[in-house]
């Protein structure tokens, strides 16, 4: 299990509070980075001129990015391109990143039930932050370079009640953490195949969000 790398964006931390908190996925859960990355492969694809078939990528954004590039990369390549992929990420994928639908709304319900927003992220700790920097994210905490159920430490650090992801791997972090398992269906998996994997609820889009949590039940969240 890797250690949490935690960074704390707004206010102090109250890890430990169990289920004070809602924990979000970032890439198609938060950020729509479907362009961004796959701008950023197309660039590697430029430089290396390796065929990448971009639209594929982008059809199974969550995993990290090694198990991404050994489709196209032999093994001994993979450290050096997924150093270049990092160098070639803020300037090329920063910018190109907006805000999923209906995001602030449902980030804005959390913080009016008075709990706090987690972000865990597969991404890497250092373009995690930057990415909810750049999008202006009212987030307490930030923890990146975790996938699936290895997601499950740093949410059970800092409370979380309930995470929301579009990726079956964010059912198996929720499933790790004790956590109510929300799934949208933003991603590369469809309500019906978050649901038979075995997602507690299963919603369309975060614009719904904000109704699911006030029904929120079990004392997950507290009320203000």
Not at 15 to 30: K, R
Not at 195 to 200: F, L, T, V
């Amino acid at each position: 299990m890797l250690e949490p790398d935690v960074t704390r964006i707004n206010g102090p931390a109250s890890a430990g509070d169990t289920g004070t908190a809602i924990g979000f996925d970032l890439d198609l859960t938060l950020a729509d980075t479907r362009r961004a990355i796959g701008a950023v492969y197309a660039a590697l694809a430029a430089e290396t001129g390796v065929h990448i078939d971009v639209e594929a990528v982008v059809g199974r954004i969550g995993p990290p990015l090694e198990a991404e590039l050994a489709h196209w990369f032999p093994s001994a390549e993979i450290p050096a391109m997924a150093d270049r992929y990092r160098a070639l990420y803020p300037g090329i994928a920063i910018p190109a990143t907006v805000a999923m639908p209906g995001a602030a709304e449902a980030l804005a319900a959390v913080r009016e039930r008075g709990a706090r927003v987690v972000v865990v992220s597969g991404k890497n700790q250092v373009d995690t932050e930057r990415t909810v920097r750049h999008l202006g994210l009212p987030v307490d905490e930030v923890v990146g370079g975790l996938f699936g159920s290895e997601k499950g430490a740093a949410l059970r650090l800092h409370g979380v009640g309930a995470y929301v992801g579009d990726h079956t791997g964010d059912v198996d972090a929720a499933r790790a953490a004790a956590a109510v398992a929300v799934g949208v269906a933003t991603g590369p998996f469809d309500g019906p195949a978050l649901s038979e994997y075995g997602a507690d609820v299963v919603l369309p889009d975060l614009w719904a969000f904000p109704e699911w949590l006030v029904g929120f039940a079990g004392g997950a969240v507290p009320a203000p």
